[in-house]
Structures are given as structure tokens and as C-alpha cells.
């Protein structure tokens, strides 16, 4: 992939809270409404504008510009072309960009023992992907070896244990153990973290699975949520 190179004279002009503490200067960098979910959607890979978009749906393209710029202007994202055959312009964080990945998990796994969490709001896949690497639990998967295809709307993803460790990542799995397909990725939270009956998601249509069932009801046990406070 191409990228341009990012030049301090690029940088915005930004508020600051003047203060030399590390985590203050981390909350000048990302601080600013939608700049942390602006990076979320870019853990996974590169996304055109539109896309961004459409996967941030309460963000205006204004105020998107506007988040790209400066987060392009302090080095946490870059621009980039797509290869082949889409060879569009898109946007792909940084090396240091995608250091912020812990943040995101420890505010994910803080923010769902909120009593006020509401689950029903609407959700992105790459949102559940990071998820999943956030609510993992390596003890429930001992021994457990699978490679699963998670399709979400336009969206495909491959999920793979190995040795108590998941990974995840954006594409097309060559050989999968099992498929997940749903118009959206809420349906997929739903298997996982709603309590809901993947036969129960079948019938309904919303849910459609291909392979090793075993194995697939298996994987929506991996990731209990902690519980809540109070």
C-alpha cells in the first residue's frame, strides 16, 4: 500500500489542556467527539471515506474531515491507496496508531460493566471483531483449535484459535471450520453476547451457519462479558 508522508506543517491547530501528563496528552490527541471511534474503524485495515462513514452512522461527513485531518496532522493516521482492483484512495492508521489497540480494550471491557450500557444501540462489525479480542477468555478455548468466517453485511472477517490465542482480521477465509452470515453485524452480537439461541437466530432468518455446528456453538461461549457494577 501507498502512503503520503505526514509533514508537521500538516498538523491542525488543537485545543490542549496544557498539562504534561501523559494521559492528558493522550486525551488531546484522541480526546476530541468521534476521534477514538474514528481510529477503532481503522484496528482492522484501511477504509475509504464512505465506509468510515457508513460504519459511523451518527458522524457527519463535516465533522468526519474534519477528524481525519487532524488525526492525520498528529501521525496517528495516514492516507493510503487500496491495491488492486479497488486501487481507491482510503485512510489506514499509523505504526503508532495501531499502539492504541489496548486502549480500546480496556475502555470496551470498563465500559460494558456500565449498568447504563445499552446493547441494543447500533454497532459496527469491526467494533465486534475488537471485541472479541477484548472478552476472549483463553481458558474456556484450552485445546481448542478452529478457524471461523464471520460475515456481516458486506463485511468478512476470519477468526482463529491457536494455542489459547485468537486472532482476527479483515477478509476472506480460504478453508473455515465454520460460517457465520447475517445482514448485520448486531445479529452476530446478539449470538455472542445477547443470550440468544443460534438455532433460535436461524429460524428467524437472520442467522444463517455453514460447517461444524459443534464447534460454532462452542465459539459463542468464548467471550462472557464481565459483570456489572452495583
Known amino acids: 500500500m501507498k502512503s503520503t508522508k505526514i509533514t508537521k506543517s500538516a498538523q491542525p491547530a488543537r485545543r490542549s489542556y496544557d498539562d504534561a501528563c501523559g ?3 493522550a486525551l488531546d490527541l484522541l480526546g476530541d467527539r468521534w476521534a477514538l471511534l474514528v481510529v477503532r474503524e481503522l484496528m482492522l485495515g484501511p477504509k475509504r471515506f464512505g465506509d468510515l462513514k457508513v460504519d459511523l452512522p451518527g458522524i457527519s461527513a463535516n465533522v468526519l474531515t474534519q477528524r481525519l485531518d487532524e488525526l492525520e496532522g498528529t501521525g496517528i493516521v495516514q492516507r493510503t ?53 477484548t472478552m476472549f477468555q483463553h481458558e474456556r478455548a484450552k485445546g ?22 485468537l486472532t482476527v482480521s479483515r477478509g476472506e477465509a480460504k478453508a473455515a471450520d465454520f460460517t457465520f452470515s447475517a445482514p448485520e453485524a448486531r445479529i452476530v452480537a446478539a449470538a455472542v453476547y445477547g443470550g440468544q439461541s443460534l438455532a433460535a437466530l436461524e429460524k428467524a432468518g437472520v442467522l444463517a451457519i455453514a460447517g461444524d455446528r459443534a464447534l460454532a456453538k462452542r465459539f459463542v461461549t468464548l467471550f462472557p462479558l464481565p459483570e456489572k457494577v452495583g
Open 23 to 25: 494521559a492528558a496528552h
Open 144 to 165: 481448542l483449535t478452529l478457524t471461523a468466517a464471520i460475515v456481516a453485511g458486506s463485511e468478512q472477517f476470519v477468526v482463529t484459535i491457536r494455542h489459547g490465542k
Open 81 to 133: 491507496v487500496l491495491p488492486p482492483p479497488a486501487s481507491v484512495a482510503a485512510y489506514e492508521l499509523t505504526p503508532w496508531g495501531y499502539e492504541s489497540e489496548p486502549i480500546f480494550m480496556a475502555l470496551g471491557r470498563w465500559g460494558a460493566r456500565s449498568p447504563l450500557h445499552d446493547p441494543s444501540l447500533p454497532v459496527s462489525a469491526v467494533s465486534i471483531m475488537l471485541s472479541f479480542r
